[in-house]
């Protein structure tokens, strides 16, 4: 298994401003994913984060919007820029790893923009 | 593309009843299927998993059949308890991938 920790858990922020968020994996891991949760929703697939190269962003998002960065097999950051009421959401950062390529999930940053 | 339908909850149950939230997909290819949960204020979990037609994932009681032919994977528990109460999502990785496409989860709440 994996055990993915995220910072930061939880936080409140002004619009406008941006924040970072930090993924790390316990193992080297090959792949690195990015969801959102946006209230009493589902989840979407914001980016595929790619260690070496620029992330693969899923339609609908950007990489103005969300820079990615993967500096290495077991770490990589999320910012949400120029933040607005609606990206409050919860951000969850995933990763395959293990026999099998199970998929595993952080306990998410939930972000409050006011 | 490729998309997970699951049944609209709440779904309410009194404790000791069955269980079943369904779960169908469309997807080109051989998926792999996935059952997560979210207790309340926490992250996702994983619950189980199917990789191919016919195998039954579980774990805690919980079970569910990877059906090709009706492309679907219904989740099944023969005695919920209170702390089964959670949102389950069903969800499918593209054969050779690893990300995933949920459904729009389903949220299940058990009364002593």
């Known amino acids: 298994s994996a055990v993915i920790s995220q910072k930061p858990s939880r936080d409140i922020c002004q619009r406008g401003t941006s924040l970072t968020i930090q993924c790390q994996v316990d193992s080297q891991v090959t792949m690195m994913f990015w969801y959102r949760q946006q209230p009493g929703q589902s989840l979407t697939l914001i980016a595929t984060?790619?260690?070496?190269?620029?992330?693969?962003?899923e339609s609908g998002f950007v990489i103005d919007k969300f820079p990615i960065s993967r500096p290495n097999l077991t770490f990589s950051t999320l910012t949400v820029s120029n933040m607005s009421p609606e990206d409050s959401s919860i951000y969850l950062c995933?990763?395959?790893?293990?026999?099998?390529?199970?998929?595993?999930f952080g306990e998410g940053s939930w972000l409050t923009v006011v | 593309g490729d998309s997970v339908t699951q049944m609209e909850g709440p779904v309410t149950l009194s404790e000791e009843a069955f269980l079943t939230i369904n779960c169908t997909y469309t997807?080109?290819?051989?998926?792999?299927l996935f059952w997560y949960v979210q207790y309340p204020g926490e992250g996702l979990q994983l619950l189980l998993k199917a990789t191919k037609a016919d195998d039954k994932g579980s774990n805690k009681g919980f079970e569910a059949t990877y059906r090709k032919e009706t492309t679907s994977f219904h989740l099944e528990k023969g005695s919920v308890q209170v702390s089964d109460s959670a949102v389950y999502f069903c969800?499918?990785?593209?054969?050779?991938?690893?990300?995933?496409?949920f459904g729009a989860g389903t949220r299940l709440a058990v009364h002593p």
């Open positions: 997807a080109t290819g051989y998926p792999s």
């Open positions: 995933s990763a395959a790893a293990g026999s099998g390529n199970t998929i595993y």
């Open positions: 969800a499918l990785a593209p054969g050779g991938y690893n990300k995933l496409i």
């Open positions: 984060a790619n260690q070496g190269s620029e992330a693969t962003y």
